[in-house]
């Protein structure tokens, strides 16, 4: 909410949220207190309709925080966006930086001015979106059931074939 806040007033932006929760309300009143209700929209999407919401979208933000208890393990979303052609602005919370690689823009957590920054330029530069958008869609193979399938497969391979050998040598 502050790295919007913070944007070049110039900028044109609108944020779709999908999904609901404890904040909804907060945000609604700071959409009404910004005079952005028209900017921010809140929407409980069923999970077949996420595609066509994402599709729709210029760019993907993932601000995941890590909390106590908690890193984002994945972050699903991030390969959903990469199917959907979505470029991708993420923290570096967890494994979203191995995940995200060199498709999208990793950003440290919780830093609002450097969450803005990438916002912007994302916003300002249509050829950065492009690439990482072309990047992402090259990227979402490599999480596919196909592969990871095929990495199951070699892992076990592997693993026969060194419990078999190991086996051999101590006999």
């Given at each position: ?7 070049d ?12 929760g ?16 028209h ?8 999970h ?5 919401y ?9 601000p ?41 823009l990793?950003?440290?957590?919780a830093n ?33 059931a196909?592969q ?15 419990s ?6 101590s006999?």
């Open positions: 909410m502050q790295a919007l806040e913070n944007l007033a110039r900028l044109s932006w609108s944020l779709i949220l999908l999904g609901s404890e904040m909804q309300a907060e945000i609604e009143q700071w959409a009404a207190r910004l005079g952005w209700q900017k921010i929209k809140i929407h409980l999407a069923k077949d309709d996420v595609p066509r994402l599709a729709a979208m210029d760019l993907l933000v993932a995941s925080q890590t909390m106590p208890n908690w890193k984002e393990q994945f972050g699903r979303m991030l390969i959903e966006a990469f199917a959907c052609g979505v470029p991708v602005i993420a923290s570096d919370s967890g494994e979203i930086p191995f995940v995200v690689d060199n498709t999208g990793i950003v440290p957590e609002v001015p450097a969450w803005s920054k990438a916002i912007g330029t994302m916003l300002r530069d249509s050829d950065l979106r492009e690439r990482l958008r072309a990047a992402g869609l090259a990227r979402v193979d490599a999480f596919s196909k990871a399938a095929s990495e199951y497969r070699g892992f076990y391979v592997d693993l026969a074939t060194h078999i050998a190991g086996a051999e040598t006999s």
